[in-house]
């Protein structure tokens, strides 16, 4: 399949990993761009630029196919060495680069003198259009659906997708609420050039992460997720434990007046012990509402064989007989 977004990139297929923190490994991003997709290591998740050049290298061996690194621009009072990342991906040979956060402007000359295509992910049409403006090659559309920060407006993506088709130029993917070929053949509908998967993409055999996070995501449904940290407009989904319920009473009982010192116990530090150490109710940590299409684990290759061979079908069976 040809979209805008597979010529962007060089890859096969319309399907890109999501960074992900402490799940976009190298393992993960070298399976999904060998079997034609766009894997995307996560930068924060190795503490230092030089980690970060390792993991690229580890990447590298595993794979001659394109992979990107997903760069968060946190607002921090000791912010990481951005410059050290950019240069370790630089170096490295990167040539996507996924950026999410604060807005990206003062690191794409650098990124574009190297000849990297950057992918700003925005969950609102007007901060894509200001992607757009300073100069992404595309972006990625997250929907409220999605697991992590679905920003504070509230747009689910049957929405936002067409609205975003009807002002940007340069092409985007759709993100949250992607697990299938329904979901790519949908997305492409829509108005998008593929599609972005971070949750599918966890319930992999290949996902460095501990069975437990795995089996949790496929016994979830889609009622269960949970929105925190609303008071204080730094939303995200995540899945519902024990820590979450404990999150939420604070959020209740402290109203307008919660700080995030509040609930650091369930939110700072917790996703080495869940993703490695599979200790499911150490904190909360981001998961879509996907969750409720997603019932086995999968290799990569054969999910995404059969995301492809679903939406192949779609296109040229089921929707082409209604034409006639």
């Not at 979901?183 to 593929?194: D, I, K, Q, T």
Request: glycine fraction near 10%.
């Amino acid at each position: 399949m040809q979209t805008r977004i597979t010529e962007l990139f060089g890859i096969e297929h319309p399907l890109i990993q999501g960074g992900m923190h402490h799940v976009g490994l190298a393992e993960l991003a070298a399976a999904v761009s060998n079997a034609g997709g766009l894997g995307i290591i996560t930068g924060l998740t190795q503490r230092t630029p030089k980690l970060l050049a390792q993991e690229i290298a580890r990447c590298r061996a595993m794979t001659d196919k394109p992979f990107g690194v997903n760069l968060t621009f946190l607002p921090s009072v000791q912010p990481p060495d951005y410059p050290g990342y950019v240069r370790a991906i630089i170096d490295g040979g990167v040539k996507v680069v996924e950026t999410a956060g604060n807005n990206p402007q003062q690191w794409l000359p650098v990124l574009k003198e190297a000849g990297i295509k950057v992918i700003h992910k925005c969950t609102s049409v007007r901060h894509a259009l200001k992607a757009q403006s300073i100069g992404c090659d595309a972006i990625s559309v997250d929907g409220f659906e999605c697991g992590g920060h679905p920003g504070e407006d509230d747009v689910p993506n049957f929405i936002l997708l067409p609205r975003a088709a009807q002002e940007l130029k340069i092409p985007f993917v759709a993100s949250g609420g992607m697990a299938d070929g329904r979901s790519l053949v949908a997305a492409l509908a829509l108005g998008a050039e593929g599609i972005n998967m971070g949750t599918r993409f966890i319930a992999t055999q290949e996902a460095p992460v501990h069975e437990n996070v795995k089996q949790a995501i496929v016994a979830a449904t889609e009622l269960d997720t949970r929105l925190v940290m609303r008071p204080l407009r730094n939303t995200e989904r995540v899945l519902h434990n024990a820590a979450v319920e404990r999150l939420l009473a604070k959020e209740r009982a402290l109203g307008a007046s919660l700080r995030f010192e509040d609930i650091l116990p369930e939110v700072a530090g917790v996703y080495p012990r869940i993703m490695q150490q599979g200790d499911m109710e150490a904190g909360a940590w981001s998961c879509g509402m996907v969750a409720g299409l997603i019932h086995d684990v999968p290799t990569v290759e054969q999910l995404i064989n059969a995301i492809m061979a679903q939406a192949h079908a779609l296109i040229t069976e089921r929707l082409a007989a209604m034409l006639r």
